[in-house]
């Protein structure tokens, strides 16, 4: 009952996610995701792990009123580290951005699982690309983009675990924007 309140609460403080939700949805996931995080480190076993997943995917997307689902997985104005700032090998940007401890947005890693799916490398010679070349792992950014639907938490995670999925997820991102954070 006690999470029901508070996830009320968290949908009722952005009630009206733009197309584009800003950074009160960032808030509201980080929320989301450490509040998890903490509840699959606790949990007595594997069965109990697998509802805590569960619980957190209805949090993320399946209600309705998910300010991420309103925003329809497009992000505008958040905040993060950079951690990783690669390319591929015909050029293409691979950037991964920490927004807390426990939650990560971050483009594909190569082009074999890009051809997989949505394209989210960093095109060659973008506005994003030029932005990020500039920058370095460690800085504060603040950025714009879209995450990807996925029927177990509203936007596509990459983790090859159960474990890395509650404990330190990476959503798959496609950057539009990026800039130095103020």
């Excluded at 090859?160 to 800039?179: Q, W, Y």
């Amino acid at each position: 009952m006690q999470k029901l309140v508070l996830l009320v609460a968290a949908v009722l403080t952005v009630a009206a996610a733009p197309a584009g939700a800003g950074p009160d949805v960032e808030q509201w996931m980080i929320g989301v995701v450490t509040d998890f995080a903490g509840r699959y480190e606790k949990a007595p076993n594997d069965m109990a792990k697998g509802l805590v997943r569960r619980d957190r995917s209805n949090a993320l997307c399946q209600l309705s009123q998910s300010p991420l689902a309103k925003a329809q997985g497009q992000v505008r104005d958040w905040t993060g580290t950079i951690t990783v700032l690669d390319a591929t090998s015909d050029g293409r940007g691979v950037l991964a951005v920490r927004l807390s401890p426990q939650l990560s947005v971050k483009t594909i890693n190569n082009t074999l699982s890009e051809s997989l799916g949505p394209p989210t490398l960093i095109p060659v010679g973008s506005a994003v690309q030029r932005a990020a070349v500039a920058m370095a792992i460690g800085q504060k950014i603040r950025f714009s983009g879209t995450m990807f639907p996925n029927k177990d938490d509203c936007a596509r995670e990459l983790s090859l675990t159960p474990e890395g999925a509650m404990s330190d997820p990476e959503f798959l991102f496609r950057f539009t924007d990026l800039h130095a954070a103020e």
